[in-house]
């Protein structure tokens, strides 16, 4: 959207008939409405449910085992996006990802809309946030290896990001308070989530 990239990494198998399993060809693009129905779909069928995925007439069809969905494929090729979100990551945050979860969900109810600031240093970061004169502050311990760092974001953005991962702690590679954050876990090997920081207030 502008301000954040999510990348997920699926792996489905070896390839070839010999285990049923076959590669799709790549840069599939779907509509984000297509997706979401999609999602919801997957969501209805058993954990350990078999699918069948194939193409045709520039068709993705989804077969279950109690239902079938068809989207029809975007054409064109997906930015890249890489030459903006390309994060140096010259230190490290290493925090709990429920508490920092909780944390960016407390503070972001007082503010809406608005940003809440990072302040960071050896070992806690600080969130807080302010409106209207009232002000939220949540305080957790964490590992930094950088100077003493503050930066601004989005705390719905920034959440979303972290619910998507699995694990207990979550790492922020940090460069600069105005270069793009990524947020990875050792849980979500194949998941990475880049966010760039709000400017002003």
Do not use: K
């Amino acid at each position: 959207d502008g301000a954040r990239l999510a990348e997920a990494t699926a792996f489905f198998g070896e390839g070839g008939s010999s285990n049923g399993v076959y590669h799709l060809p790549t840069d599939l693009l779907l509509s984000q409405r297509s997706v979401r129905a999609l999602e919801t779909l997957l969501h209805a069928f058993n954990a350990d449910a078999t699918i069948d995925l194939h193409l045709s007439d520039q068709t993705l069809h989804l077969q279950g085992p109690s239902a079938r969905f068809s989207a029809r494929l975007l054409n064109g090729t997906y930015p890249h996006y890489e030459s903006v979100f390309t994060p140096r990551a010259e230190h490290r945050l290493q925090v709990s990802r429920a508490d920092l979860l909780q944390a960016l969900r407390q503070v972001g109810g007082l503010i809406g809309n608005g940003a809440i600031a990072l302040s960071i240093i050896e070992h806690a970061v600080m969130v807080t946030g302010a409106q209207d004169g009232d002000r939220a502050r949540a305080v957790l311990t964490a590992s930094w290896d950088g100077p003493p760092t503050q930066l601004s974001c989005a705390p719905h953005a920034l959440a979303e990001g972290l619910d998507a991962m699995d694990g207990e702690s979550v790492t922020l590679a940090i460069t600069s308070p105005h270069d793009p954050i990524r947020c990875e876990a050792e849980e979500s090997p194949g998941y990475r989530y880049v966010i760039v920081p709000a400017t002003g207030e």
